[in-house]
């Protein structure tokens, strides 16, 4: 169940540009997911370096 409008406990966007409301899913190997998500702020920080990763392979293809 939702929380109600302005909920103490509801979701603040960190950064100005909010997120996509499709979720990007994939498969991981056994015991991955538990170490990513004990990692503190690992959302944003996989974020940041799935846009690094994205960034450098469309640099590298259009040198190509």
């Known amino acids: 169940m939702p929380f109600k409008k302005n909920h103490e406990f509801r979701f603040l966007p960190i950064k100005s540009q909010s997120l996509d409301t499709l979720p990007l899913t994939l498969k991981l190997r056994p015991g991955i997911r538990d170490k ?27 040198q190509d």
Not at 38 to 54: G, H, Y
Request: proline share 4%.
């Open 36 to 62: 990513i998500r004990s990692i503190p702020n690992w959302q944003s920080e996989l974020r940041d370096t799935i846009e690094a990763w994205l960034q450098k392979k469309l640099d590298q293809t259009a």
